[in-house]
């Protein structure tokens, strides 16, 4: 389990969320989610105002060694906080 960050580095807003995946397959969702108006879009404010999904970048926070969805929630509101 992976807590990562997705963030536009043209307005510096980002999101924090967990994932199992390759964080490059998790960008990916993200992006068709937005791109194909897909309900509900969790990272709209990250691909709304971007100008080039070059400038989305994603990266891990924390990996958890464990399958816990308990702990994963817990990591993920602290890096939220």
């Not at 307005?11 to 964080?23: E, H, P, R, S």
């Not at 992006?31 to 990266?59: G, H, M, R, V």
């Amino acid at each position: 389990m992976k807590i990562y960050k997705l963030e536009n580095l043209e307005n510096g807003k980002f999101y924090i969320g967990q994932t199992t995946q390759q964080l490059s397959i998790r960008k990916g969702q993200h992006k068709y989610c937005f791109l194909n108006n897909i309900k509900p879009c969790t990272s709209k404010l990250i691909f709304e105002d971007c100008s080039d999904y070059k400038n989305i970048k994603i990266e891990i926070l924390e990996e958890l060694f464990t399958n816990s969805k308990m702990i994963a929630l817990i990591r993920e509101k602290f890096y939220i906080n």
